[in-house]
Every structure is written in C-alpha cells, then in structure tokens.
C-alpha cells in the first residue's frame, strides 16, 4: 500500500469517525435538550451548505437547482437524516447505526431493478446476509421499537438516495452535487424546521454547530479520499461507522448493543467486506 493510499485510508478513518460524532451531538439535542428532530437536521443541512459554499468559493452549477430529479435526491437524504434522527431520540446509537445499514442492500436492489446493474449469485448470498444482520439488530417482532423503526426508514431513504446518486453522477463534480443536496435540503426543511425552534443557549448552540461541522466534515473527506484513491479500496472502511457509533455509545452514553444487536453488526461487517470483495 503507497503512502497516497495511506492516507486517503486515514482520512476515511477520520471521516467514518466524524459521522457518528455528527449523530450523537444530534441525539444529545433530541434526547437530552428535547430538541426538535427537524431543527436539528434542518440546522445541520444549513451548516454543511455554508461550509461547502466556502469550499467552492461561490462557485455554483445553477443549472442543477432547475432539474426536479436533484430535487428528489435531496429529498430523499433530507428525510433520511430527519428519520435517522428521530430514531437517535430514544435508541442506542450503535443499533441505529446497524438498522441504517440495510440502506445498502436496498441500494443494490434498486439500482439492479431501476439501474440496470447486475449482480452475481454470490453478492446476492452476500446481500442476503447483511438483510440477516439488519434483522438481528431490529429484530422485529420481539425487539423492535418505533425508534428502530425509523432507523430503518432512514436506511430505505439513504438507499433510494445512493441509487439516485449514481443515477445523477453525470451531472456535476461530486462538490457540486454536496452543495445541492445541502442547499435543497435546507430549504425542504425550512418549514417542519422552524415550527419549533429551541432557546439557542450555549449547550444547544454548541451541540447544533458540532452536529452540522462534524456531519459535513465527515462527507467532505469521504469525496476526498474517494478521488484520491478508487472506492473499491475504501469502501470496506465505511463500516468502520459501526465501530466508532459504540464506542462514541458507550463513552458518551454508557449504551452498549445486547448480544442479537451485536451478532447483527459483526454480521453487517462479514457481508458488506464480502460484497466489496465481490464488487472487485
């Protein structure tokens, strides 16, 4: 491994640890200071569109905010996050991590159904696996909650989201299609955003700024390490999220997935390093 891959490895640690730091500010909001989901997401949209707007220097592709299909996309990953959110309201964060993630199943499955894309006898063991592991960490019917429930609503919404986002990948640099996302996204959750807005004191200040900074920290290093070096060699570090979401649970939580969630998330990991692996 070169030192260029190195570091674009180091930067997807950094980046897949950012994330879940974004989501435990926002469950601190939601659970501790009885914010609004929808302020927060709303709040975390509008910092990530002011951060890349000053990464871009004002350079904007207006062309994209006239075409209904990027108004979909970011759609989707607004009610993504606003789901996701009112999940980490009640539940653990490790195990919404761990329902998230039939986000890329059903990524695969709709981009095989919408896209076209094919996939082999053994991606589709290894997607059935991963649907096991989503299963073991929800487990519906015995510990399902409606927390968990929306956390695999976020997870449908992401996965719809990623096939639109490979849908779209030829309209605009990957910076660009950020700055829309963030930008429609803030001004879909305008309205549900501001319905009820928290006293700004400092603690809510502070826990609205990291959520934001962190969250769109995270996704910006992600492009980067992605046009650094081919996502086939980094895509296995993104289920290093599951990692940092327990043990930021446990450190700032004192949360930890029972024995089924944990099984679950070892499960996730095993399948989604077996899908790259196939993808290769």
């Known amino acids: 491994m070169n ?70 996309r970011a759609g989707l990953i607004a009610a993504g996050i606003a789901s996701i959110l009112t999940a980490l309201r009640t539940e653990d964060i490790a195990t919404v991590f761990g329902a998230f993630f039939v986000g890329p199943i059903f990524s695969y499955v709709l981009s095989v159904r919408l896209l076209g ?34 956390a695999l609503l976020a997870g449908l919404f992401y996965g719809a989201f990623l096939t639109a986002s490979r849908w779209l990948v030829h309209l605009a640099p990957p910076r660009q299609m950020m700055l829309s996302q963030t930008v429609l996204g803030t001004v879909l959750l305008t309205p549900p955003g501001l319905v009820d807005v928290p006293a700004l004191t400092a603690p809510i200040l502070w826990l609205t700024l990291l959520s934001g900074v962190a969250s769109a920290s995270g996704n910006l290093l992600l492009v980067i390490a992605y046009r650094r070096t081919g996502a086939t060699v980094l895509a296995p570090f993104v289920y290093f999220q599951l990692i940092s979401a327990t043990v930021l ?10 024995r089924l969630a944990l099984a679950g998330l070892a499960v996730l990991v095993v399948a989604g390093l077996g899908t790259v692996a196939m993808r290769r």
């Open 3 to 72: 030192r260029e891959t190195l570091g674009s490895v180091a930067l997807m640690f950094v980046a897949m640890s950012l994330i879940p730091l974004g989501d435990t500010a926002g469950k601190l909001l939601t659970g501790e200071h009885g914010v609004s989901a929808f302020f927060v997401a709303f709040s975390r949209f509008a910092v990530g569109a002011m951060m890349i707007a000053l990464i871009l220097g004002g350079r904007v592709q207006w062309t994209l905010y006239r075409d209904w299909r990027v108004w979909l």
């Open 117 to 150: 894309e094919r996939v082999t006898r053994l991606q589709s063991v290894f997607l059935a696996l991963g649907f096991c592991g989503v299963l073991l960490v929800v487990q519906p019917g015995f510990g399902m909650t409606p927390g968990l429930g929306f």
């Open 249 to 258: 649970g446990l450190a700032v939580f004192g949360t930890f997935p029972d």
